[in-house]
């Protein structure tokens, strides 16, 4: 089974920064994942932050935070990292990270009915 750990949440003042990790574990890192940030507060749907492929392509963000966030991956360490830098009061909410098998790269989008499988969170909150 595939199985996805957060970390790195916490509280940040406006304007700070923080790195958000998620390691995945059961999943082939050279095949076809999408993998995914998204976010959530009580109260609404769950939004995409960002996604990229285990290769390394198809780099996406909301309009929210481009140009603030930064989607990365480190394959020897199978591990998904979010990069938040100028963070909004509005970023508040629990962040999840999500894997998604893809049988074309051209699908790797942050849209939930992408990702199959998902992390429990992490909470990121700005004041």
């Known amino acids: 089974d595939v199985q996805l750990v957060e970390s790195g949440g916490g509280s940040v003042q406006v304007g700070g920064s923080l790195t958000l990790s998620c390691v995945a574990s059961g999943l082939v890192w050279y095949s076809r994942y999408c993998m995914g940030w998204f976010r959530q507060v009580p109260g609404k749907e769950r939004e995409g932050v960002a996604s990229?492929?285990?290769?390394?392509?198809?780099?996406k963000y909301a309009d929210s935070v481009n140009g603030r966030f930064a989607i990365s991956l480190d394959s020897a360490k199978n591990t998904v990292y979010l990069q938040m830098d100028g963070l909004k009061t509005e970023d508040t909410a629990m962040y999840y990270c999500?894997?998604?098998?893809?049988?074309?790269?051209?699908?790797?989008?942050?849209?939930?009915?992408?990702?199959?499988?998902w992390g429990q969170g992490t909470q990121v909150t700005v004041s």
């Open positions: 999500a894997a998604g098998r893809v049988y074309d790269p051209s699908a790797c989008t942050p849209v939930t009915t992408v990702f199959g499988y």
């Open positions: 990229i492929t285990v290769a390394g392509e198809r780099l």
